[in-house]
């Protein structure tokens, strides 16, 4: 039961082009999203976040995306570069305080020069 | 300031033996959680500890698998008779409040290996 999808396991794009990662979600609870970054060996590192009564959060060259009627939710960055391949996890929290995240399965973003 | 430390960064285990994984959250966080990721998926929520108290253990195993956050020292995960099904990367992350508030700080995991 995958409540958060990634369909894209890989992305390749070219440095300085517009990297868009995609997200879909089937659990209406779910109430605030967030984006990580993981490169190999390490952590996820979070990235940018949106909460379920906004439809955009901008951060420098990350932008996400919401819409709730679709459950879908995107990430843009603009413009791409080397350092942004690795790859990017969607994640969503249930309301009521829940503690826990739901991740998808993650996209590899490879940014070639 | 240091962030979340994990220890050992590498763990590797015979069928049968225990597996003891070490947390030490952010300073001034009491809130952490354990996820755990398969090879080529996502991460799964295991479990979600204050200090003292196991607040939501929905993600864990039902048998083998335990999880303490002590007053005093690191969150421990023990996974006991390992298996090669327990191979994997395991997250703890931090959060100086429940995480619904704000975003959890991952540590950089510790890989086991069950052979």
């Known amino acids: 039961d995958q409540q958060v999808k990634q369909n894209s396991p890989s992305l390749s794009v070219q440095e300085g082009r517009i990297s868009i990662l995609n997200c879909d979600y089937t659990?209406?609870?779910?109430?605030?999203f967030l984006w990580y970054k993981k490169y190999p060996a390490e952590g996820p590192t979070f990235l940018i976040s949106i909460s379920s009564i906004k439809d955009k959060n901008e951060d420098g060259r990350f932008t996400v995306f919401l819409n709730k009627s679709a459950k879908h939710l995107s990430l843009h960055i603009v413009p791409s570069q080397p350092g942004d391949s690795a790859v990017y996890f969607c994640?969503?929290?249930?309301?009521?305080?829940?503690?826990?995240?739901?991740f998808g399965q993650g996209t590899r973003l490879t940014i070639n020069p | 300031n240091a962030g979340v430390m994990q220890n050992p960064r590498h763990l590797v285990r015979r069928r049968g033996q225990e597996a003891r994984l070490r947390c030490s959250p952010m300073?001034?966080?009491?809130?952490v959680y354990w996820y755990r990721q398969l090879p080529e998926e996502g991460l799964k929520f295991m479990v979600y500890l204050q200090k003292e108290n196991i607040i939501d253990e929905s993600g864990m195993p039902k048998e083998r698998f335990s999880a303490e956050f002590p007053k005093e020292g690191p969150s421990i995960l023990r996974i006991q008779q390992v298996v090669r099904g327990d191979s994997a990367a395991y997250f703890c992350?931090?959060?100086?409040?429940?995480?619904?508030?704000?975003?959890?700080?991952f540590g950089q995991g510790t890989r086991l290996t069950v052979v």
């Open positions: 994640a969503a929290r249930e309301i009521q305080g829940a503690q826990k995240l739901v």
């Open positions: 659990n209406s609870m779910f109430d605030y």
């Open positions: 992350a931090s959060s100086p409040l429940g995480q619904g508030n704000t975003e959890a700080f």
């Open positions: 300073k001034g966080h009491s809130h």
